[in-house]
């Protein structure tokens, strides 16, 4: 296999229903309020032990698939922050409350992971176990109609910050999807975010091989303090992941 994928413009992309795109598209200016709301629903639930991971919170028989995508786990931990943090802990907070929210409007929401683990990896080293969670994680792309991977960031110099999308080249609704998360994160998070959308290489694997629609969010920079300690902050992560719901439910290819 030489690694090129082909390119597949139409036959893979989701679309929603109809009045769900209307009533998510009124909500977003509210954003505020719908923070409150949907936090309300998902501490309620969750609270009366509704909520089931497997399973959608309202049965949505011809409805998209969608997978969540908590980057590293379990001995990988990813980038690790001056002080000790661990890039997989925080993707996996913001990927459950991504998941949860999602679930809560009615969608059916996979997640490659939600536990502290690898994805089913095997292998003697911890590089191949590497690679069999990575094409654990591919595969399982492929049988959704859209993927959001949660990652954070990390540089040697500690005065980058702000989040930055990635989207797989090989299809215009990946980067589509990708825009209306930037857009999303610039409008209610960071405005003076002024970084660009980048198409995934062969660095990442997941977006460089992946047919089907998906973005890559790289929240924020562990290297940095102030945004690290933003990232620790479990407001900030549920408003992280609300802006990511959100997208996915803006997305209109
Ligand atoms: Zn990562």
Redo the contacts with the bound molecule.
């Keep these: 296999m030489n690694g090129v994928v082909a390119l597949k413009k139409e036959n893979h992309r989701h679309s929603l229903p109809e009045e769900r795109k209307q009533t998510m598209a009124a909500r977003l200016p509210w954003m505020d309020l719908a923070i409150v709301a949907v936090f309300c629903a998902v501490v309620l639930v969750s609270a009366m032990g509704v909520v089931d991971r497997a399973k959608p919170a309202v049965s949505v028989p011809s409805g998209p698939l969608i997978l969540v995508d908590p980057?590293?786990g379990g001995a990988d931990g990813?980038?690790v922050a001056p002080d000790g943090t661990q890039?997989k802990d925080i993707?996996l907070v913001i990927s459950l409350h991504v998941a949860d929210m999602l679930r809560v409007m009615g969608f059916e929401v996979s997640m490659t992971r939600s536990t502290d683990d690898m994805v089913n990896a095997v292998g003697s080293t911890m590089r191949e176990r590497k690679v069999s969670d990575t094409k654990n994680r591919l595969a399982m792309v492929e049988q959704a109609d859209l993927t959001v991977s949660i990652?954070?960031n990390k540089f040697p110099q500690s005065r980058y910050f702000g989040t930055q999308v990635f989207y797989s080249g090989n299809n215009e609704a990946s980067r589509e999807l990708a825009e209306q998360i930037r857009a999303n994160v610039v409008a209610q998070l960071q405005p003076e975010n002024k970084r660009e959308l980048k198409k995934g290489d062969s660095n990442i694997y997941l977006l460089h091989k992946a047919t089907k629609p998906i973005a890559l969010v790289?929240c924020g920079f562990l290297s940095n303090e102030e945004e690290l300690e933003q990232l620790k902050d479990p407001v900030y992560q549920e408003k992280l992941a609300l802006t990511v719901a959100c997208s996915v439910i803006q997305y209109d290819p």
Excluded: T
């Design positions: 980057g590293h990813g980038a890039e993707n990652h954070q790289e």
